[in-house]
């Protein structure tokens, strides 16, 4: 049962879309230098009334159409921007979605790599719980730490959510890869407390909690650590590289995917690309690239797919498995 095959994918993105037009008007850039130096035309920004648990409950809706709900045994939210410290994302989409409730509801902060740990997690967690099924959501709401006077950071960041219901699978194979470099000074978000007791007074945080971070340096560590995090999959899943058929790679930026496309040799085609129109949502890149992959119709029954991201912390992730049938999709 080492396999893990998806059952069911589904993704929500708001539907303003906060082009590299409008950014020209609040912040000093360019919409041609946006495009050329990371991909993106254009990306989704949350609504007043949204949440990241509504965007997360959206897409986790659409991922178990169809399928039973009494099953999921694990539901996994990647987020580094839930509504509340606690209860946690994962807590409160158990509640929104009824799920049973003999369930581990765990919450991921890893990042932007935190779909890929959250399926790495569920399919271990499924180990010990036999006929059941995981529930995996990366959700991001990046507009509420983003700040739109710095222009080395708003280009890039949207809002999101995808998920994605997992079993583990008698016949295929599943493989995975992850690691962390602990670091505040590339990337970093500050969480902001209250601090009004009079009788240990704590200054309150120098920094807003805005993402903050060095981009070069983190390019850097992100086609590294991604091809080489890939490799290591590929080596334990005893599978090359030209037998993969799909690659989803984290959406930070086109430049890192092609230069991890050319590090390891793939094919530029198995890969999928969605940033012109999402641009960065962290752990929701991978989740509504998967879905997006899924619901092309391109994923047959065998097909062998490999997920990989980097990001804060830092953290980077990898995946490989087979995937043993085709979804059929209602909407
Ligand atoms: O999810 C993980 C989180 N983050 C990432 O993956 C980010 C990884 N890094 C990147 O994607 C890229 O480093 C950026 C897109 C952030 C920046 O692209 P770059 O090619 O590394 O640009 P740069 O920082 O080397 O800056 C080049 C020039 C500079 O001007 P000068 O000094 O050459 O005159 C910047 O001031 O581009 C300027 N610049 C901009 N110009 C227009 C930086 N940001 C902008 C901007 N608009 N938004």
């Not at 790599?113 to 499924?126: D, I, P, R, Y």
Request: charged content about 20%.
């Amino acid at each position: 049962m080492n396999g893990l095959t998806i059952l069911g994918t589904g993704s929500y993105t708001p539907p303003f879309a906060l082009t590299n037009k409008m950014l020209e008007t609040i912040v000093d850039t360019d919409s041609e230098w946006i495009k050329l130096r990371t991909g993106i035309l254009s990306r989704a920004i949350a609504a007043e009334s949204e949440t990241t648990l509504s965007m997360a409950t959206a897409a986790a809706q659409k991922a178990l159409d169809g399928l039973d709900r009494s099953k999921i045994g694990a539901v996994i939210a990647a987020t580094i921007t839930p509504d509340y410290l606690t209860p946690s994302l994962s807590c409160l989409l158990q509640r929104d979605l009824g799920l049973p409730t003999d369930i581990a509801a765990i919450d991921i902060n890893c990042a932007c790599s935190g779909f890929v740990m959250a399926m790495k997690t569920a399919h271990t967690l499924l180990a010990d719980m036999p006929g059941r099924t995981a529930l995996i959501i990366g959700a991001e709401m990046l507009s509420r730490v983003t700040d739109y006077t710095d222009r080395a950071t708003c280009v890039l960041f949207g809002d999101g959510a995808g998920a994605a219901v997992i079993r583990r699978d008698a016949a295929g194979t599943f493989a995975s890869d992850c690691g962390a470099v602990g670091n505040a000074e590339l990337l970093s978000c500050r969480a902001q407390y209250l601090c009004n007791n009079p009788f240990m007074p704590r200054p309150r945080d120098a920094e807003p909690g805005a993402i903050a971070m060095n981009g070069q340096e983190v390019f850097r560590f992100a086609i590294e650590t991604c091809s080489e995090s890939v490799k290591r999959t590929l080596t334990r899943a005893c599978a090359e590289v030209d037998s993969v058929n799909h690659f989803i790679f984290h959406q930070a930026n086109r430049r890192i995917i092609d230069g991890i496309v050319r590090k390891l040799g793939i094919t530029p085609e198995k890969c999928v690309i969605n940033i012109e129109n999402h641009g960065n949502t962290s752990s929701a890149t991978c989740a509504v690239a998967l879905d997006d992959l899924f619901r092309s119709g391109k994923v047959n029954a065998g097909n062998r797919i490999v997920m990989a991201a980097f990001g804060g912390g830092l953290t980077y992730a990898s995946a490989y498995f087979t995937q043993s049938e085709e979804i059929k999709y209602n909407d």
